[in-house]
């Protein structure tokens, strides 16, 4: 399963940008899509995650501010973030939550994209 990630980037405070994600390979279905994110120092955190169903999480630190949503045809996520603040500075990452057709679930990681959010 391999993740293509892209939408990073320099943005001003107070500013926008649009995270997207699309999973490829062989599964049997994806049940969960997610984004995280790891600030220099800082332990990767979650931002948020959405299943195939709809079903949303967030971090309370970007609720109001992010929008996660999903595309069950493309395989693919996206992560609306407006409001930018520079504490949202950090490397982003995918991740996707498969169940193979063996019916084991694994777990996969994107390469990450970088926000930063400075004046």
């Known amino acids: 399963v391999q993740l293509q990630a892209s939408g990073g980037g320099l943005v001003q405070p107070g500013g926008s940008l649009r995270l997207s994600c699309a999973a490829s390979?062989?599964?049997?279905?994806?049940?969960?899509m997610g984004w995280y994110r790891q600030a220099p120092g800082k332990q990767r955190e979650l931002v948020a995650t959405i299943t195939t169903g709809v079903s949303t999480l967030y971090a309370d630190s970007v609720k109001g501010r992010f929008t996660i949503s999903i595309n069950n045809a493309k395989n693919t996520v996206y992560l609306q973030m407006n409001s930018l603040k520079p504490e949202d500075t950090a490397v982003y990452f995918c991740?996707?939550?498969?169940?193979?057709?063996?019916?084991?679930?694994?777990?996969?990681w994107g390469q990450g994209t970088l926000v930063t959010v400075s004046s």
């Open positions: 991740n996707v939550r498969v169940t193979m057709f063996s019916y084991e679930e694994n777990s996969y």
């Open positions: 390979g062989s599964f049997f279905s994806i049940n969960t």
